[in-house]
C-alpha cells in the first residue's frame, strides 16, 4: 500500500467518524430535548384547560342562584361577574400563547428568553388574580345572588377562600419555579452539547 492510499482511507475513516459523531450528538440532543417537551405539552394542556374552564364554573355556580330582576345591583353584579370572566379569559389566552411559541428546536437563548417571559407574566398573574380579580367576582356573585354580605356566615366563607386560593396560587407558584428551573437545567445540557 501507498502513502497516498493510506491517506485516502484514513481520510475516509476521519469523514465517517465525524459523521458518526454529528448523529450521536443529535440523538443525544433529541433525547435531552424529548423531556421538557413533553413538560411543555402539559402546560399548553393546562392552559388550554384554563380557558375552557371559568366560563362552565360560574355557570354552575350562578344559574341555581341568580334570578333576574330589573334592579340595579343585579345589574352591577352582571357587569362584575363579565368583567372578571372576561379578564380572566383574557389572562389565560396570554399565558396560553406565550407557551404555545416556546420551542426546544429554536437556540437556547431564545428559549430562555421565551420561559423567562412566560415566568414574569405568571408571577404578575398571580399577584394580580388573588386580590383584584377574585374580590371583584365575590362581589359580583353576591350582587346577582342577592347574598347578605355583612354577616359573619359570609365574611368567613369569602376568608376561607382567599386562603384557600393564596394557599393554593402559593403552592402552584413554587411547582412552576421547579419546572422553570428544570427547564434551565436541561437548556444548559443542551447549550454544553451544543458547544461541544
Not at 41 to 63: F, N
Not at 170 to 177: M, N
Request: hydrophobic share 50%; with cysteine; proline share 3%.
Amino acid at each position: 500500500m501507498e502513502l497516498t492510499e493510506l491517506q485516502a482511507m484514513w481520510q475516509q475513516y476521519d469523514a465517517r467518524l465525524a459523521e458518526n459523531t454529528r448523529i450521536n450528538k443529535e440523538i443525544l440532543k433529541r433525547m435531552l430535548r424529548s423531556k421538557p417537551e413533553g413538560r411543555l405539552k402539559w402546560m399548553k394542556v393546562r392552559a388550554i384547560y384554563g380557558m375552557v374552564m371559568p366560563v362552565p364554573i360560574m355557570c354552575i355556580a350562578l344559574i341555581p342562584n341568580a334570578k333576574f330582576r330589573n334592579e340595579w345591583d343585579f345589574y352591577i353584579g352582571l357587569i362584575l361577574v363579565i368583567a372578571m370572566l372576561a379578564y380572566v379569559l383574557y389572562r389565560v389566552i396570554q399565558e396560553f400563547l406565550l407557551t404555545w411559541y416556546i420551542d426546544f428546536t429554536n437556540q437556547v437563548a431564545k428559549t430562555r428568553k421565551q420561559l423567562i417571559q412566560l415566568e414574569g407574566f405568571r408571577l404578575r398573574e398571580t399577584k394580580q388574580g388573588i386580590l383584584s380579580v377574585m374580590s371583584v367576582g365575590i362581589i359580583g356573585v353576591c350582587l346577582l345572588c342577592q347574598l347578605p354580605v355583612m354577616t359573619l356566615k359570609f365574611i368567613s366563607l369569602t376568608v376561607f377562600i382567599f386562603l384557600t386560593a393564596i394557599v393554593a396560587n402559593y403552592i402552584h407558584l413554587k411547582k412552576f419555579k421547579n419546572q422553570i428551573n428544570r427547564f434551565n437545567a436541561e437548556l444548559d445540557e443542551i447549550e454544553q452539547l451544543e458547544k461541544e
